[in-house]
């Protein structure tokens, strides 16, 4: 069973950058397409952005788009998500997960991390 663990977030002031990490238990983490998904105080968890088994194909939503990078290196077992030009509705715990079948939404995954703060200040 492959677990998940989430580092990297914390407290950032608007305009500022940060650097996801998730790491992988097992081998089988090449095998998995990769999602990172949030969830702000009161709101439905949503897909942030996406990258498939061998990371020729990525997904951002629009609110995150030319501000969000999606990468993972298979050979460490590791995947991250840079975060750029950060704003205060970026404000969520951040969750890595991976899944076998639909890239694009949460129904496509079945193993998830534990979560990670992310807060940017105004």
């Known amino acids: 069973q492959v677990e998940l663990v989430e580092s990297g977030g914390g407290l950032v002031q608007t305009g500022g950058s940060l650097r996801l990490s998730c790491a992988a238990s097992g081998r089988a983490f090449s095998t998995y397409n990769m999602g990172w998904f949030r969830q702000a105080p009161g709101k439905e968890r949503e897909l942030v952005a996406a990258?498939?088994?061998?990371?020729?194909?990525?997904y951002r939503a629009d609110s995150v788009k030319g501000r969000f990078t999606i990468s993972r290196d298979n050979a460490k077992n590791t995947g991250f998500l840079q975060m750029d030009s950060l704003k205060p509705e970026d404000t969520a715990v951040y969750y890595c997960?991976?899944?076998?079948?639909?890239?694009?939404?949460?129904?496509?995954?079945?193993?998830w991390g534990q979560g990670t703060q992310v807060t940017v200040s105004s």
């Open positions: 997960a991976l899944g076998s079948t639909n890239l694009v939404s949460s129904l496509g995954y079945n193993i």
């Open positions: 990258i498939n088994w061998d990371g020729g194909i990525t």
